[in-house]
């Protein structure tokens, strides 16, 4: 199975999900050791059957869904499909480190709006903001950030990291 990035769809829907910042104890009563098999049951093949699942962990079919239903509903987990960009057409993939001034929230919302911008991250260290470009082609890429990313307000400095090979992306961070 080839790894690369979720479908469109997949990522407009993930983005409208809230990241949470709080109180990570909120649903530890979900992830006791069945819901934690299940998960990595769901890691190893997000398509496995309920039965499937439910015969490793020593649970009915019901049960699974009634627990992968609570795990998605309370935002533990989504299971989505995970598409090669390379097969998509998409032939260069770049992740732009963004040095920025002032309040990082509002730059962070109009690089989240861009189609191309598979992923956006505020930072500590060198750069205050990361954000994931998807691209057709080298002018694509350069449209993006000479028009797009660098005329946000408040983007001061960008330093663009143009992938070369893919040598390991994986989904599987296991539960604790």
């Known amino acids: ?7 469109r769809g997949d990522a407009e829907r993930i983005a409208t999900v809230p990241v ?14 069945t819901s ?26 019901a049960a699974v869904r009634q627990r992968v239903q609570r795990l998605t509903e309370a935002g533990v987990m989504q299971v989505v499909a995970v598409t090669d960009p390379l097969e998509l057409g998409f032939a260069r993939q770049a992740m732009v480190g963004i040095k920025a001034e002032g309040a990082l929230e509002p730059i962070a919302a109009k690089l989240a709006e861009m189609d191309e911008i598979e992923y956006v991250v505020i ?17 694509q890429l350069l449209r993006v950030l ?17 992938y070369l090979k893919l040598v390991k992306q994986t989904y599987s961070w296991g539960v604790r």
């Open 1 to 7: 199975m080839s790894i690369g990035l979720l479908t």
């Open 20 to 33: 949470r910042t709080g109180n990570p104890d909120k649903n530890q009563a979900l992830l006791d050791d």
């Open 36 to 61: 934690k098999a299940i998960i990595e049951q769901l890691q190893l093949d997000g398509r496995r059957s309920y039965a499937a699942i439910g015969k490793a962990v020593g649970l009915s079919e």
């Open 123 to 139: 930072t500590a260290g060198s750069f205050d903001l990361l954000a994931e470009v998807l691209a057709e082609s080298d002018e």
């Open 146 to 162: 000479s028009e797009r990313i660098r005329a946000i307000d408040g983007v001061k400095v960008t330093e663009t990291f143009v």
